[in-house]
């Protein structure tokens, strides 16, 4: 069973950085992971989940443009792990954010971590 796990969330005044963390399970082979495309989402109380960022096993990247040059995705293959680095965060980047693995045509999604920007 494919697991992906978040972690890192949590309260940050306007302004502030936060790094999110994706695992995934060891039910992933490496070499699986590091050709596999990461994505991290986010959904707002009241609205849709929408995209956040992309990394593939390039590794290229895509971004939001909401979130483009104060967020960064990055991956360690080695660790199974992708990252989200978050910086000038707004009260606008309040969320759940969810990490998004596609492995061998099947999309998985973990749990998800809150994010709350706030003075």
């Known amino acids: 069973q494919v697991q992906l796990v978040e972690s890192g969330g949590g309260l940050v005044q306007p302004g502030g950085s936060l790094r999110l963390s994706c695992a995934a399970s060891?039910?992933?082979?490496?070499?699986?992971?590091?050709?596999?495309?990461m994505l991290w989402y986010r959904q707002a109380p009241g609205r849709q989940r929408e995209f956040v960022a992309r990394i593939t096993g390039g590794p290229g990247t895509n971004y939001a443009d909401s979130v483009k040059g104060r967020f960064t995705i990055s991956r360690d293959n080695a660790k199974k792990m992708v990252y989200l680095q978050m910086d000038s965060l707004k009260p606008d980047d309040t969320a759940v954010y969810y990490c998004n693995g596609r492995f061998m045509g099947s999309e998985y999604w973990g749990q998800g971590t809150q994010v709350t920007v706030s003075s």
């Open positions: 060891a039910s992933v082979s490496g070499r699986v992971f590091s050709v596999s495309d």
